[in-house]
């Protein structure tokens, strides 16, 4: 597959010396703000939000290869605040937190006031695209065209873009059984890395709690690796950072191209004030990091292996489009 010249520095940014991602997703809003202050979420405030980001940030942010950060309380203010660091790449959402629509046929948004070319603008490395997604909602042709409009965009402003779906039951009664859950996930990589996305952040194919057996496990990662067109990288959905490294083992064994790990790293994080939090952030957050790194630099599948390099060209510069 063809790459152009500034999606291809962006994946470059976003990854590892060898190829593969290991991004630290910090783009939590509203669940952030329930986690922070379960009683009365409504205490906590946008600065405080925000602090928290630019304390993990600047705690964790050199031990993966790119940090993963919301328009809303982290894309400009960890690099305002220095939290940073300058040599890792920096994916920002473009979408509204949540969905609207009813739990059994969910719509994602753009964030008002928010686009594509201000995340361009901004100098981030790639921009992530999360839809709630379920191939045989009433709302998936309309969840796709959001999807191919964000590429196309990304297409015009030459810059990388993650797309990450969430799968949910149409039954809003009940969860997806384990089978449904791979079914869904299955297509879904099928269906929505054809639409001009870079990367896929995927869902582990099956509930674990429900199915036991790795060997299923393995099989089910290897369907999505080829289902999908585009490298995928493994999200941590908060599960415990014990079963997410054993489930990013198992993927990246299995095509994987690495992960973007959040909650599964850091969430004890947000009970923890001054002291307790630096110290539980720069010992067991950072090692949990560094882990997923090292797990992901030994077994994930590079990059570039979808995008090999390309001859450039000598008139490539005349070529190149101007906005």
Request: proline share 4%; hydrophobic share 40%.
């Amino acid at each position: 597959m063809e790459l152009s010249v500034g999606k291809r520095r962006g994946l470059a940014e976003c990854a590892t010396d060898q190829g593969v991602f290991s991004i630290l997703a910090l783009d939590h809003r509203n669940n952030l703000r329930n986690a922070m202050n379960p009683e009365h979420p409504e205490l906590v405030s946008d600065q405080a939000i925000s602090g928290f980001k630019s304390v993990v940030v600047g705690a964790l942010g050199r031990s993966g290869s790119a940090v993963l950060v919301d328009p809303e309380f982290g894309a400009a203010q960890v690099v305002q605040s220095g939290a940073m660091p300058g040599h890792v790449g920096l994916v920002v959402a473009v979408e509204a937190t949540g969905y609207t629509g009813d739990p059994g046929a969910r719509k994602s948004e753009i964030l008002e006031g928010w686009s594509v070319g201000k995340i361009r603008r901004m100098g981030a490395s790639a921009l992530k695209l999360l839809v709630y997604y379920h191939p045989d909602s009433n709302l998936a042709k309309a969840q796709e065209a959001l999807v191919e409009e964000i590429a196309e965009a990304c297409h015009k402003y030459d810059l990388a873009f993650f797309i990450e779906p969430l799968s949910y039951s149409l039954d809003p009664e009940r969860k997806l059984t384990s089978g449904e859950k791979r079914d869904v996930v299955i297509r879904t990589a099928e269906t929505l890395t054809a639409l001009g996305v870079d990367v896929l952040k995927a869902e582990f194919p099956v509930n674990v709690r429900e199915e036991t057996d790795e060997n299923q496990w393995a099989q089910a990662c290897e369907e999505v690796s080829q289902a999908s067109r585009v490298p995928w990288v493994l999200l941590s959905a908060g599960v415990n950072f014990e079963t997410y490294l054993r489930q990013l083992t198992i993927a990246c064994q299995n095509g994987a191209s690495g992960a973007m790990a959040g909650r599964a790293v850091w969430k004890e994080a947000v009970t923890l004030k001054e002291e307790n939090l630096h110290k539980f952030l720069r010992g067991e957050a950072r090692q949990r990091l560094i882990k997923v790194t090292s797990v992901c630099d030994a077994l994930a599948k590079s990059w570039w292996d979808f995008y090999p390099s390309q001859d450039v060209p000598e008139d490539w510069y005349q070529q190149y489009p101007d906005l």
